[in-house]
Structure formats: structure tokens, C-alpha cells
């Protein structure tokens, strides 16, 4: 199994601050079409996963451009330029490259 | 608008069968571009992969519930089912359906989760 790993795994930000998230693969997410097969999610307090970025760089539908995703074959980032209070909750990296599909540990984002 | 929706037993009995069904409105689960998707999450713990099939009936699954899992599509009735054979509490969390797009292996659509707890 493809392993993800996440840090830091507790992430306490003041509003207005920006935060950084860091996904580490144990192999390569990118496929031979150019694609990395990444995606990074956010589960808000009580609420199912919500997608941020697809294909490590692709921000999703209605998501704001202050969330940014880049990286490579195994290291991945996850950027908020300017943290908000409603971006509490945990983020998690995902692989889809191979099956499994895999996650990192989450990263509790929180408000200082 | 693409909805799922997650229905099924909110408590089943240890060795038992887990059996949840998701609902889906919005799009055809005859559809040829997406995988119907399960996961699940633990109390307290990150998220979980457990299989997918696709329109066609094929499916692929978690190896580490390979033996006990089994995905089935219901195209009469829009919907795709999950059964856990020989529940434990292990079992115990809470269980989210999903759509995958194929071209980008990633998950747009999520139902709202059911809880099920694994106990006597």
C-alpha cells in the first residue's frame, strides 16, 4: 500500500495568517500521462470530506483561490494564503494512483 | 445537483452482516464515467478506503476487507449497497458513499455519513 503521511498533524493558526500542510508519499503519485493523483480534502466539524484540490494542483469547484495545491511525485503541499475561522477542521491527503486508494493521519487545523 | 444519501441499520450485532445502501439522485448509477464509491471512519480516527464498483459491475476493494466486502449496483432503483460479513467492533464507524470520477480518480460528490455501531 501507497502510505501518506501528513505534517504537522496539529496545525494552530491566527486568522489572517497563512498555513502550510505537507503530504509525503512513500512512492511516486505521478503517472505516466503527466498527472499526479493526489487530492486533498477538508473535513469540517461534523460534516462528510469536502474536496479542495484534485491532480495536486486543480483547486475544485467553489473552492476560494487563497487554497493552493502543489508538488510532485512524493512531496505534496497544501497552502492557504490567508486562514479564515471557517477553515477549522481537518485536512487529509489522498492517493488514487494505486489500490488502495490511501490517506494521510489528517491535520487538525485550528484558530489561535 | 448530485446527491447521495446513506441508509441502512444504525446498530448490528457482532459476526453479523453489515448491509448499507446509498441512494443517488442527480446522475445515473449506470454512468459510465464515475465508480460508486464506500469509506468509512472510525471514532476518532482518519479516513478509510473500502471499495468501488463500476457500471458495468466491476469492482475493486480494500485487501485488508477483501474476504468480507461485497459492492452490488441497483440500476432499477439508482442505487449501490455495501455488506460487511462477520462484523466486529472494528467495524464500528461511520460510513460515507461516494462518487469517483474516473478520468481524475477524485471524489466531488459525498453522502452525509450514517453512523453504525458493531455491539450485543
Known amino acids: 500500500d501507497i502510505v501518506m503521511t501528513q505534517s504537522p498533524l496539529s496545525l494552530p493558526v491566527i486568522p489572517g495568517e497563512p498555513a502550510s500542510i505537507s503530504c509525503r508519499s512513500s512512492?511516486?503519485?505521478?503517472?505516466?500521462?503527466?498527472?499526479?493523483?493526489v487530492d486533498w480534502y477538508l473535513q469540517k466539524p461534523g460534516k462528510s470530506p469536502q474536496l479542495l484540490i484534485y491532480l495536486g494542483s486543480n483547486r475544485a469547484s467553489g473552492v476560494p483561490d487563497r487554497f493552493s495545491g502543489s508538488g510532485s511525485g512524493t512531496d505534496f503541499t497544501l497552502k492557504i494564503s490567508r486562514v479564515q475561522a471557517d477553515d477549522v477542521g481537518v485536512y487529509y491527503c489522498?492517493?488514487?494512483?494505486?489500490?488502495?486508494?490511501?490517506f494521510g493521519q489528517g491535520t487538525r487545523l485550528e484558530i489561535k | 445537483q448530485v446527491q447521495l444519501q446513506e441508509s441502512g441499520p444504525g446498530l448490528v450485532k457482532p459476526s453479523g452482516t453489515l448491509s448499507l445502501t446509498c441512494s443517488v439522485s442527480g446522475d445515473s448509477v449506470s454512468s459510465r464515467s464515475y465508480f460508486w464509491t464506500w469509506m468509512r471512519q472510525s471514532p476518532g480516527k482518519g479516513l478509510e478506503w473500502i471499495g468501488h464498483l463500476y457500471s458495468n459491475g466491476s469492482t475493486h476493494y480494500n485487501p485488508s476487507l477483501n474476504s468480507r466486502v461485497s459492492l452490488s449496483l441497483d440500476t432499477s432503483d439508482n442505487s449501490f449497497s455495501l455488506r460487511l460479513s462477520s462484523s466486529t467492533a472494528a467495524d464500528t464507524a461511520v460510513y460515507y458513499c461516494?462518487?469517483?470520477?474516473?478520468?481524475?480518480?477524485?471524489?466531488?460528490?459525498w453522502g452525509q455519513g450514517i453512523s453504525v455501531t458493531v455491539s450485543s
Open positions: 512512492q511516486s503519485l505521478l503517472y505516466s500521462n503527466g498527472y499526479n493523483y
Open positions: 461516494a462518487r469517483g470520477w474516473e478520468l481524475l480518480r477524485t471524489f466531488h460528490y
Open positions: 489522498m492517493q488514487a494512483l494505486e489500490i488502495p486508494i490511501t
